[in-house]
């Protein structure tokens, strides 16, 4: 997931089982959805089931990579960003309230609003919060171990983008001395789209 306000991705188009038709291509769902048979049919319907995943698998053409939490560990940073800036305005942000909060759409802001915080104070302490980020983004640790080497491994055989809810200012200080951009046919920050899909 990626570290923007609501914790949501963007919006994109999808169809049914076994294939999901993207906006560049298609993601076939490489593993069967179906309820567990009945124990005499296991052994016909598991045969059936694995070539139904190999069949998926060969039609994979696209992979569309969400950002924060997949590529780079940042999303811990985020809420200490958030928390700090919270402080500020004599807000306690607790982990479970921000997880609550991003898992049901919304802003961790909403409970400022709820203790009465004014929109103009909200916004210069949001403008706080990007600043406190971007200083752990410089001086944390996060990247995840083995990405690079499984995107080096992904890319010749397909083709790959992001598509995150990150800030462009935020991403580019991420990739600044990466390699994961270089994998990539392009990429989707929070500027690039206007609607978001539902969590």
């Known amino acids: 997931m990626a570290a923007g306000e609501t914790g949501r991705g963007p919006c994109l188009p999808a169809g049914n089982h076994p ?7 298609e ?18 319907l598991g045969q059936v089931t694995r070539r139904m995943v190999r069949a998926s698998v060969a039609q994979l053409r696209y992979i569309l990579w969400d950002h924060d ?27 479970a309230d921000y997880q609550e909060f991003r898992a049901r759409g919304k802003t961790a802001w909403d409970l400022a609003r709820q203790a ?22 410089r001086r944390e640790e996060i990247a995840i171990p083995g990405v690079e080497e499984v995107l080096a491994l992904l890319k010749d055989r397909y ?11 935020d991403f580019d200080l991420i990739h600044r001395s990466r390699s994961i951009v270089k994998h990539m046919e392009f990429v989707l920050t929070v500027e690039d789209y206007e609607k978001e899909k539902p969590s």
């Open 159 to 169: 083709k790959m983008a992001i598509v995150t809810t990150s800030k462009r200012a």
């Open 69 to 95: 939490g997949v590529l780079v560990d940042t999303e811990e940073w985020y809420f200490q960003a958030t928390r700090r800036a919270q402080a500020e305005v004599g807000v306690d942000l607790k982990r």
């Open 19 to 25: 294939r999901h038709p993207g906006a560049h291509g």
């Open 116 to 137: 009465g915080v004014a929109e103009p104070v909200i916004a210069h302490h949001r403008a706080h919060r990007d600043t406190y980020y971007q200083e752990y983004l």
């Open 27 to 44: 993601l076939a769902v490489p593993f069967d959805l179906h309820p567990a048979p009945a124990a005499g049919n296991r052994h016909q």
